[in-house]
Every structure is written in C-alpha cells, then in structure tokens.
C-alpha cells in the first residue's frame, strides 16, 4: 500500500508562483509513475504532469507546458509541482497519484485547492 499526502495548495493572483508537495509512504518499489492531475468544479480529472520513478522522463499537459515544472526525490519519497505564471483557469483541486504499469494501479492523494484569482 502506498498513501500520498499533498501540501502547497492556496490562493494565489494571476502570475503568481506555488509549489506543491506529494509525500508518500509506504512501498514504492513497485511504482513505475508518480503525477499531478487537476479537477476544476464541474470538470472531469485530467492529467497535469508525470515523471518516471526511473529515468525521471516528464511529460506535461499542453495547457501547463513551459509553466510547470514535475520533479522527484527518490530518496525522500516526494514529488513536487512548481508552478509559475498561474492563470484563473489553473484554478482546481490538485492531485497527486501513483502508478503501477504491471496491474494498472493507482493510488490518490486527497487534494489540495489551488485558487487562481485578485
């Protein structure tokens, strides 16, 4: 089992910076992805920004691409979301995950609010 625990989260103006933090304990042996998704009220969950367990390969939504920044610390079992130059649309609840390629699990995090606004 793996439990992932998000922090960073808040109200922030448009341009502005945050940077979110995932935690996780437990196993991660078995963990081939670590991610961001985002859910905005009334919107379904999408995928923000992934980045291998090994090799560290990113990939980034279109619409956060040059703004957003994945990285990981293995050793500290974390990841984190640097994100700058925020726009009202990246106003959502943010969501840490981990995958396994082998049996297509996924663990979640409960979320964090980030608020886009004046």
């Known amino acids: 089992q793996v439990q992932l625990v998000e922090s960073g989260g808040g109200l922030v103006q448009p341009g502005g910076s945050l940077r979110l933090s995932c935690a996780a304990s437990?196993?991660?042996?078995?963990?081939?992805?670590m991610g961001w998704y985002r859910q905005a009220p009334g919107k379904a969950r999408e995928p923000v920004a992934t980045?291998?367990?090994?090799?560290?390969?990113?990939n980034y939504a279109d619409s956060v691409k040059g703004r957003f920044t994945i990285s990981r610390d293995n050793a500290k079992k974390s990841v984190y979301l640097q994100m700058n130059s925020l726009k009202p649309e990246d106003t959502a609840v943010y969501y840490c995950?981990?995958?396994?390629?082998?049996?297509?699990?996924?663990?979640w995090g409960q979320g964090t609010q980030v608020t886009v606004s004046l």
């Open positions: 995950n981990a995958h396994i390629w082998g049996n297509r699990t996924d663990y």
């Open positions: 437990g196993s991660m042996f078995s963990i081939n992805v």
């Open positions: 980045i291998l367990t090994s090799g560290g390969s990113t």
